[in-house]
């Protein structure tokens, strides 16, 4: 019970998840701003951000649906909490794992994204309907190849539970590299379910103000923003662990450190990603994902499959 | 919400689009744009009645403030229209200068809206490079002028400040600065794929449309019109340099991207012409202080297209009337063509790329009533009548002169 307690809460649960997806953010905007030639905010400033939010008044537009408004910031930060218990951290075995966890994550991963829209249309404010309109459009377009090349590395491993994946890529080193293709393809899709740069569509701010978070402020704000951020290091993590396998014979505080080596590298391409590239068009994006992204994951797939005869 | 699916968004009057406070309100079918409303009169200032009692010397700082990027067009307008009604023929070294500060402030408005047309299409990495680029030529200004923004250079009868020879080194390094990293911003426009994909084919203006809306400017001339007030009616020192009116066959906001990044090659050219030629001698004559009776139409090439002033005096020491038509009330007629049937997320680079400035356009169109206080809509026809019998009044009569254009015409 209490070791349970320990793991939801403490570790790798909601005080490490807190201070590492805010250190995420610090990251992701220092490297970003380093990029387009700033100075970048001090390490301290998403910490400052959040308490500073926690401060202010909570205020719901009057015709807003007041308890699907108050509940989504809740509900994005819970699923995406929860997620991170069945991806692999300390070790290469994660705190809760079985046969079909990777399903249940990527499930849980979706919420965050359902919450944006359902949060965005009952706030009832023209911005936000737009703005949660598009990041459901938009989860329709990079959904697929994402989940495509999760499967596709699945496959390989012969399993739906990531410890297992872990286990088997950490018993054939140089598998990883097969996957490099679906590694390529996730990464760019995360850009979208992340809504960043060259995917930030549902909350461009030229176009539509700030999207689904127009009329949100004061602690449900906060806490949006920091399921943004925890859902940064645990979609991270996820591809950390299904196509980086790199350490898993090691101790695990060596595994440990491997890993956030592994997550702030995959910070680091993000963070280029979205610092060379201009917003793409609604319908641009679900060219892309449908002409080319998931029919190349496709070919993953069958690369894998081929694999898999050809080596066992 | 309407039944037919139809979504009404109202852009501004406060937007992060937007820059300034205008009014858009659009109508989406799904993603795409039935109908476009616009509204302007929230930036409405009065300058030109403010001109009218005020001396000529204190327009000059008046017209100056009409906008924060193309202060210098305006100033020059104006005070070119009132040398000529006063017959002033200028130094040639203040021509220079003139032309000099007028093609840094190109540059630098040049820069500013590659800076802004990036953040419109949410590459935030060129805004933040251009503008960083941009600071260069802004030390320049300062440097020749002493201030950033609103240079106050001009003075009827010439220029205020001279430039130092010591300074000349310093212009001629930051236009080599310059004009490498200009260099760079083409190759990126024409290589960078997601910035391509955002801009071509987007806001189309065809030659026919953009001669029919009248553009001016990049945006006309990135539809292959041949229109460059420098190169047609030169004034101050553009007659002696020689410099290519670009143009360009794309007539969307790619086009409009490379005009502005070429045109700013041809600035750094004319400027190293104009300190190389520069000519010895006093940079301003004594102007009166009563401009004699006449009047003037004045046209200068600002970064965003042709602007015009007109002025007329009636011998003492204040205008009797002055009109400013600037570029972007020539080219906001455009901007309904070129959204028809776009995307909502084209609606931001649509209007940033014909570079508007919505304080320079604003035109007052509510009147109250003195009596019951009530709120009036006139219609600009009446309005323009209203205007002509009110300038009748004070003395100027133009019926003679629109019976002689019409009879012009018919023939």
């Known amino acids: 019970m209490l070791k349970a307690f320990f793991h939801i809460f403490i570790f790798p649960g909601l005080l490490f998840l807190f201070f590492f997806g805010l250190l995420a953010e610090y990251l992701d905007r220092k490297i970003c701003a380093r990029l387009q030639n700033r100075i970048g905010p001090p390490w301290f400033q998403p910490f400052a951000d959040f308490l500073k939010l926690l401060g202010k008044q909570d205020i719901v537009p009057g015709e807003a649906d007041t308890t699907v408004f108050k509940l989504m910031p809740i509900l994005a930060l819970t699923a995406t909490v929860t997620a991170y218990l069945y991806i ?50 938009q989860l329709f377009a990079y959904e697929v190849p994402l989940f495509l090349t999760i499967l596709a590395s699945a496959l390989l491993a012969n399993t739906w539970s990531l410890s297992e994946m872990t286990h088997f890529y950490a018993g054939h080193p140089g598998y990883w590299a097969f996957n490099l293709l679906g590694f390529t393809i996730a990464l760019i899709s995360l850009l979208g379910k992340l809504e960043k740069v060259p995917f930030d569509i549902p909350e461009a701010e030229t176009e539509i103000v700030a999207g689904t978070f127009t009329e949100y402020g004061g602690r449900l704000l906060a806490l949006f923003r920091l399921s943004m951020d925890i859902e940064m290091v645990v979609v991270a993590s996820l591809l950390a662990a299904v196509f980086l396998p790199f350490g898993l014979h090691l101790p695990s505080w060596a595994c440990f450190i491997g890993y956030l080596v592994q ?9 280029l990603l979205r610092s060379i590239f201009a917003r793409l068009r609604l319908d641009q994006m679900i060219n892309l994902c449908w002409k080319y992204f998931a029919p190349l994951a496709f070919l993953q797939v069958l690369i894998n499959l081929i694999l898999k005869g050809v080596l066992s | 919400m309407h039944d037919s699916g139809d979504i009404k968004i109202p852009i501004g009057p406060q937007h992060p689009a937007l820059k300034e406070p205008e009014s858009f309100l659009v109508t989406l079918h799904g993603e795409k744009i039935t109908a476009f409303n616009v509204k302007i009169g929230y930036n409405h200032r009065g300058i030109e009645k403010a001109c009218e009692e005020r001396t000529y010397i204190q327009d000059v700082y ?16 104006f005070v070119q229209a009132v040398e000529e009604i006063a017959g002033i023929e200028l130094p040639a070294r203040a021509k220079y200068i003139r032309t000099i500060i007028a093609e840094l402030e190109r540059i630098h408005s040049h820069l500013l809206w590659l800076g802004v047309a990036g953040h419109e299409v949410g590459f935030d990495t060129l805004l ?6 941009r600071e260069v030529v802004m030390d320049i200004l300062a440097l020749l002028t002493g201030n950033r923004v609103n240079y106050g250079i001009n003075t009827i009868g010439g220029v205020r400040r001279d430039i130092k020879t010591e300074n000349i080194q310093e212009v001629l390094k930051g236009m080599d600065i310059l004009e490498e990293r200009t260099k760079y911003y083409i190759g990126v426009a024409q290589g960078e794929s997601t910035l391509i994909k955002r801009l071509s084919g987007v806001g189309k203006l065809s030659y026919e449309d953009a001669v029919r809306l009248g553009a001016v400017g990049p945006t006309a001339r990135a539809s292959g019109i041949e229109r460059d007030v420098r190169h047609d009616d030169p004034y101050a ?10 143009t360009d066959k794309h007539c969307d906001v790619y086009g409009r991207t490379v005009v502005r990044l070429k045109e700013l090659l041809e600035c750094y050219s004319i400027i190293r012409q104009l300190l190389k030629k520069l000519p010895e001698g006093p940079v301003t004559i004594k102007a009166p202080r009563k401009i004699p009776q006449g009047e003037a139409v004045s046209r200068y090439e600002a970064p965003r297209g042709e602007d015009l002033h007109y002025v007329r005096s009636n011998g003492t020491e204040k205008p009797d009337r002055v009109k400013i038509r600037p570029p972007t009330l020539a080219n906001i007629q455009a901007v309904s063509h070129m959204l028809q049937d776009s995307y909502l997320a084209d609606l931001p680079i649509v209007i940033a790329a014909i570079d508007p400035c919505f304080s320079c356009t604003d035109r007052m169109v509510a009147l109250k009533s003195q009596h019951s206080r009530k709120k009036d809509v006139v219609l600009w026809e009446k309005l323009r009548l209203d205007g002509i019998a009110w300038h009748r009044k004070q003395g100027s009569d133009f019926s003679a002169l629109n019976k002689k254009l019409a009879k012009n015409l018919e023939r």
């Open chain 1, 88 to 137: 692999p951290t300390w070790g290469s075995q994660a705190v809760y794992s079985f046969n079909g966890d990777l399903i249940v994550v990527l499930y849980l991963l979706f919420i965050p994204t359902m919450t944006y829209f359902l949060g965005g249309w009952y706030s009832r404010s023209i911005y936000s309907m737009v703005g949660a309109v598009r990041s459901l459009t």
């Open chain 1, 263 to 271: 997550v702030f590298l995959i910070i680091f391409l993000i963070s």
């Open chain 2, 62 to 77: 008046l017209v100056e403030r009409v906008c924060g990027i193309c202060s210098h067009s305006h100033s020059t307008c």
């Open chain 2, 128 to 133: 933040m490079y251009a503008w960083r680029d």
């Open chain 2, 237 to 246: 020192a553009y007659s002696e340099v020689t410099f290519k009116v670009i």
